[in-house]
């Protein structure tokens, strides 16, 4: 190799290592995200009978995935085995987060079902038709489905896993407490924390009000970007220190929010239906963050209110 | 000196489109810059370059085409369907993403190459043949899959989102500051080969030889037919490549997704000062046409009450202004050709033919 020719090799190589520093490659989320799940778990609250004398099973479901997810139970009845070898099938299985995404280490014992306009409180709970009290031993097994982590609108079951939940009969723990059941470090947020969103939006609650049932929420973005931008929220649920998910789901894109202009701010209310003895509120707060349509779950803390 | 001019001005005709076109630009600009602040930031000017490098490299492969007097409206449908086609792929085949890539643009080549012997050797309109190619793509693309497949790929991540900083404006420390990505790298690279290619080889000149007269580009010995097929591979390549762009923008694929892209092609080439009836234009001219659009649309942003659908209101009366400018161009250089008078022998003492005389 000529010298001239070696001097160009060392130059080019020169130029091309000081034009690393200028390239910033993104992180690998992936690859630092992975969690250890250990799904979903039940545990029976009461055993009772039903108004029609079936047997009916009470229970509180725990999110134990290590990351913000919604669970539902499978289109199928649930197996009651009793301790004596019997078994008996149960056609009602109201077992789910109502569609909502509870937070890692959180317990819950109902949610809102129904429909939009005409909302029902639905406890998580079991029934066997014409099945008598299970002996001890008992135990419930529970197909179920759960997602994980971000609510990609364009991909909702990306992170999809079915499984089954085996739940013990023998003991009945009636007196547990909601919605934290193991509590992980920095998850619950203030109420008026800085959330920064889609196209660095900074979101923030600036007001909460309770009147009789309803709290209202104000929400105010704040663009500091160059674009009008919109940053969907959704109608955000609420879980009380009594377990329950308060609102009805409905894919967080699909409330309308106000645009915010480049360099402006823009506000908003959100309402949730909330009996007014509950308290101890954490609302679960999908927000549109990273790219359109893609939500990350915060928990933000409400108090008393 | 007069003649000097006119000479001049005779010779530099043919660039008058692509300065109307770079003039019209910086005016646009230069009007955002005075009236927004924001749009002095030079990242807003770099975001020109970032928001559609698929739109700017499928009009490249359309300026080919209609310098060779065709036209091809298969192209959104060709990247629709490579955005699909790759997300399926990278989903369920779990394929290597370079395999995926290198795929896409062989099936973007084969769909070029089909158009193009359509058009050529059976003589087919080019606007039927490629009608039934864009419908035949999409008609794939959702045969593929009704709905978006996002892609979850490492290297379509780092392709999209990896941020190449300008040396000077931005601080490598921190790593803030106005910077590119990697598919605006490619698109710049398309656009220099694509130049090259069209001015500086035996190819492109036959492109314009063809554009400008078909059968006299026969009479001449060209290679006509071999060239109108590596044409229209050439434009099926730009459109996966496109397809490619655009699935690493936006990680996912659609067939819904480029609806109506091969029409802005058609106008950013347009309005980039190319002929649509073939043989006079500049791949040069193009880019900015597709800048002029990018201007619009940011203009309108900034501007933050006017609806977004005045951004193809101003491309259809800029793409009608343009065509307008050619005809009527066109139609002047036709003129003496159609009503010349007979060469009168020069009269001694005339002083009218004074300037004429060399």
Same mark, same amino acid.
């Not at chain 1, 009996?275 to 101890?280: C, L, S, Y």
């Given at each position: 190799m000529s010298r001239g020719r070696a001097a160009l090799a060392v130059l080019v190589g020169a130029v091309l290592a000081g034009a690393c520093e200028y390239v910033v490659v993104p992180p690998d989320d992936g690859a630092a995200a992975a969690v250890t799940s250990e799904g979903w778990a039940g545990v029976a609250t009461a055993i009772g009978t039903t108004d029609a004398g079936d047997l009916r099973i009470d229970l509180a479901i725990e999110n134990r995935t290590g990351d913000w997810s919604a669970m539902a139970a499978a289109e199928a009845p649930a197996r009651l085995a009793g301790g004596d070898g019997s078994t008996a099938s149960c056609d009602v299985v109201m077992v789910g987060t109502g569609g909502h995404r509870l937070a890692p280490g959180f317990r819950m014992r109902g949610f809102t079902g129904g429909t939009k306009t005409e909302p029902v409180i639905e406890p998580i709970r079991v029934e066997c038709a014409d099945a008598a009290p299970p002996p001890a031993g008992s135990k419930l097994a529970i197909d179920y489905t759960y997602v994980t982590g971000e609510y990609n609108y364009y991909d909702p079951e990306a992170t999809t896993t079915r499984t089954t939940m085996e739940v013990p009969?023998? /003991? &009945? &723990?009636?007196d547990l407490t909601y919605p934290v059941a193991a509590p992980v470090d920095g998850l619950i947020q203030p109420a008026d924390s800085e959330i920064t969103a889609l196209n660095d939006v900074v979101l923030q609650m600036t007001g909460l009000e309770r009147a009789g049932t309803t709290l209202e929420a104000t929400w105010q973005t704040t663009n500091p970007g160059e674009y009008p931008t919109s940053v969907h929220i959704g109608e955000p649920p609420v879980i009380g220190s009594d377990g329950v998910i308060y609102g009805f789901y409905e894919s967080p894109d699909l409330a309308s929010v106000p645009i915010t202009p480049p360099g402006a701010t823009a506000e908003w209310p959100t309402e949730v239906d909330i009996?007014? /003895?509950?308290?101890?509120l954490t609302m679960l707060l999908p927000v549109e963050s990273k790219k359109q349509r893609l939500f990350v779950s915060h928990a933000l803390d409400l108090g008393g209110t | 000196m007069i003649t000097s001019l006119r000479a001049r001005a005779v010779r530099y005709r043919r660039f008058a489109p692509l300065a109307a076109t770079i003039t019209l630009f910086c005016l646009a600009y230069a009007y955002g810059a005075v009236v927004y602040e !924001?749009?002095?930031?030079?990242q807003v000017f770099l975001n020109l370059f970032r928001a559609s490098p698929f739109l700017l490299i499928s009009a490249i492969g359309m300026t080919f085409v209609i310098l060779s007097g065709g036209i091809d409206l298969s192209v959104g449908g060709v990247v629709a369907l490579t955005t699909v086609a790759s997300a399926a792929l990278l989903r369920? !085949? !779990?394929?290597d993403p370079w395999l995926v890539m290198a795929l896409m643009i062989v099936m973007g080549a084969v769909f070029g190459v089909t158009m193009g012997f359509f058009i050529t050797y059976l003589r087919v309109q080019p606007f039927i043949a490629t009608l039934a190619g864009m419908w035949v793509a999409r008609g794939l693309s959702f045969w593929i899959s009704d709905d978006a497949i996002p892609i979850d790929s490492r290297l379509y991540t780092v392709l999209g989102q990896t941020k190449i900083l300008i040396p000077g404006l931005a601080d490598p420390v921190t790593k803030i500051g106005p910077f590119i990505s990697i598919p605006v790298v490619t698109e710049l690279v398309v656009l220099l080969v694509a130049i090259f290619v069209a001015q500086y080889t035996r190819f492109g000149r036959t492109v314009y030889a063809i554009g400008g007269n078909e059968q006299s580009a026969r009479l001449m010995g060209l290679p006509v037919n071999r060239t109108k097929m590596l044409v229209y591979t050439i434009n099926g390549l730009c459109s996966a490549l496109a397809g490619i762009a655009l699935s690493v923008d936006v990680s996912s694929g659609h067939g819904l997704y480029a609806t109506g892209l091969e029409l802005t092609a058609i106008g950013a080439v347009v309005i980039g000062g190319t002929l649509l009836t073939g043989g006079v234009g500049y791949v040069v001219g193009t880019l900015f046409g597709v800048l002029i659009i990018g201007v619009i649309q940011t203009l309108i942003q900034f501007n933050g009450?006017?609806?977004?659908?005045w951004t193809p209101i101003v491309v259809g009366a800029l793409t009608l202004a343009f065509i307008g400018i050619q005809s009527a161009l066109a139609a002047r250089k036709a003129r003496p050709t159609a009503g010349r008078r007979m060469p009168q022998p020069a009269r001694l003492g005339d002083p009218t033919l004074q300037e004429d005389v060399p």
């Open positions: 009969l023998d /003991e &009945l &723990l009636a009996p007014a /003895e509950v308290t101890g | !924001g749009m002095r930031d030079p369920s !085949g !779990g394929m009450q006017l609806s977004s659908w």
